[in-house]
């Protein structure tokens, strides 16, 4: 008989007769794949994983990614298969971005001087990617940072070592210190995901949400022409992902962002809520004034978009905010 993998929706409604279902056919599946079709209550959940966990052989059960995230957290249970990794390797970062966890200046308590120098050390990295490509499931290995990866003195070196280890390579930065000579010196097309936090269209909004000179914006978009035309010129293929955290700041700037990732050559808009903790003065997400304000001309993005022809989340992001979600 052919074993077949299964993903089952785990449900908070649905959970007990799915159970009863994968129960019925364990002789007949190879691995249950658990996912979430919303979010569970966390007892239901727990009830749903420790059943099947008795039921059927540990190693062949697993969670999604999120749902190995949510399980590991709340229960301390792993039996996630990961797919990606998530390597932080610098805490150091030439941007103060009003929404970052860690350099915002509208923290009560700025970090640390010597703790912001610090970096992961090169030899800990190799291990890690050693150990990761012997376990054998992650495809992904993803250099993010507290800071900005590219604080890491040898960045370069350990994207070509996880490069060289069969990995895909996302590199999640700010983009304004992938200086054209390094990219040309350092790497052929070694990069497959650029994941870059711009959440500007214009060089004011720019400095004023990232709190530095203008100046750094057209460095930032004279970066990411070159990188544009250099990936066309050499017909490379890596993605160019525009990070937007939006605030009340950049909300009437959506429109200016659209344009600009559009001829920067952007594959992808993200656009993403603020996440605050406590060390935040003050809640600076997007607020009901702000939308209402912005309504018209956000409603306006849905067509620029269209017509732009640049795949996004905008439309759920929206209605999220929209709803009181965010
Ligand atoms: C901490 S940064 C580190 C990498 C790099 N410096 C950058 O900004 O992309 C990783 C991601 O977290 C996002 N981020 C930082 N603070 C955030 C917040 N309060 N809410 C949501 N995302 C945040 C950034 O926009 C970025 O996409
Ligand atoms: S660029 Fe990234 S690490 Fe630097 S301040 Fe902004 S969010 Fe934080």
Same mark, same amino acid.
């Not at 279902?21 to 979010?39: G, T, Y």
């Not at 805490?91 to 992961?120: M, Y």
């Not at 993403?272 to 406590?278: E, G, P």
């Not at 935040?280 to 209402?292: D, H, M, T, W, Y």
């Given at each position: !008989? ?5 993903? *089952? ?9 799915? *159970? ?5 056919? #364990?002789?007949?599946? +190879?691995?249950?794949? %658990?996912?979430?079709?919303? $979010? ?5 959940? =727990? ?15 697993? $969670? ?19 797919? =990606? ?13 009003? /929404? ?29 990617? @050693?150990?990761?490509? @012997? ?53 052929? @097309?070694?990069?497959?995901?650029? /994941? &870059? ?11 004023? *949400? ?5 100046? %750094? /914006?057209?460095?930032? !978009?004279?970066?990411?022409? /070159? ?12 993605? &160019?992902?525009?990070?937007? %955290? ?7 700037? %959506? ?10 050559? +952007?594959?992808? #808009? ?20 702000? #939308? ?30 929209? &709803?009181?979600?965010?």
């Amino acid at each position: !008989m052919t074993k077949e993998f299964k993903t *089952i929706l785990v449900d908070y409604t649905s959970t007990p007769d799915l *159970i009863t279902q994968v129960r019925r056919e #364990l002789s007949d599946i +190879a691995a249950v794949e %658990i996912r979430f079709k919303s $979010l569970p209550h966390p007892l239901k959940f =727990r009830e749903a994983v420790v059943e099947l966990a008795k039921e059927f052989p540990k190693e062949r059960v697993f $969670l999604g990614e999120k749902e190995g995230v949510f399980a590991g957290v709340l229960f301390n249970i792993n039996l996630s298969r990961p797919r =990606r990794a998530v390597i932080e390797i610098a805490n150091g970062c030439n941007l103060k971005c009003d /929404f970052c966890w860690s350099h915002s200046p509208l923290l009560e308590k700025p970090p640390d001087p010597k703790w912001l120098k610090k970096t992961l050390d090169s030899k800990t990295i190799y291990t890690y990617l @050693d150990e990761l490509a @012997d376990y054998g499931t992650v495809r992904l290995v993803e250099f993010c940072a507290i800071g900005d990866p590219l604080y890491h003195p040898e960045i370069w070196d350990l994207i070509r070592y996880a490069k060289q280890k069969g990995f895909r390579l996302r590199l999640s930065t700010n983009g304004t210190l992938l200086l054209p000579q390094k990219w040309e010196e350092n790497c052929q @097309d070694p990069v497959d995901e650029l /994941f &870059m936090n711009i959440s500007a269209g214009d060089r004011n909004t720019y400095a004023d *949400i990232h709190n530095v000179s203008p100046k %750094i /914006f057209d460095q930032l !978009m004279a970066n990411l022409n /070159f990188l544009n035309s250099t990936r066309k010129q050499k017909s490379q293929k890596f993605e &160019m992902r525009w990070i937007n %955290i939006v605030t009340d700041k950049n909300l009437p700037n %959506i429109g200016q962002i659209v344009q600009r990732a559009k001829e920067s050559g +952007a594959n992808y #808009l993200d656009f993403r809520y603020v996440w605050i903790h406590q060390n935040f003065q003050k809640n600076i997400g997007v607020s009901r004034a702000g #939308l209402e304000r912005n309504e018209r001309d956000l409603d306006g993005v849905r067509t620029q978009l269209n017509e732009a022809g640049i795949p996004s989340n905008f439309e759920s992001f929206y209605n999220a905010v929209k &709803m009181g979600e965010a």
